[in-house]
Nanobody
Framework: EVQLVASGGGLVQPGGSLRLSCAASGFAFSINTMDWVRQAPGKGLEWVSSVSSGGYRTTYASSVKGRFTASRDNAKNTLHLQMNSLKPEDTAVYYC?????RGQGTQVTVSS
């Protein structure tokens, strides 16, 4: 069974930083591309970033490019998202996603 558990969210002021993590299990994590997606209150799901299987290739939504950095630790089956220069519009529940499966998300709230 695929399990994806995101953590590391919280309340942060505009301009602040957070580092999210996602623990994955139940599938061959190290050979699969992983995604970060988010859902803001009252809005649809938004793709944020993709990380290739080896972690060497990352892509980002234009809304977060230059501020967010995605990475992975295949030895620990863990995905990370370093978020800097956070803005109120980054407020959302963040999920990691594999093959259309999203697990437990983590709430990020950016507010003064």
């Amino acid at each position: 069974e695929v399990q994806l558990v995101a953590s590391g969210g919280g309340l942060v002021q505009p301009g602040g930083s957070l580092r999210l993590s996602c623990a994955a299990s139940g599938f061959a994590f190290s050979i699969n591309t992983m995604d970060w997606v988010r859902q803001a209150p009252g809005k649809g799901l938004e793709w944020v970033s993709s990380v290739s299987s080896g972690g060497y290739r990352t892509t980002y939504a234009s809304s977060v490019k230059g501020r967010f950095t995605a990475s992975r630790d295949n030895a620990k089956n863990t995905l990370h998202l370093q978020m800097n220069s956070l803005k109120p519009e980054d407020t959302a529940v963040y999920y990691c996603e594999y093959n259309g499966v999203r697990g437990q998300g983590t709430q990020v709230t950016v507010s003064s």
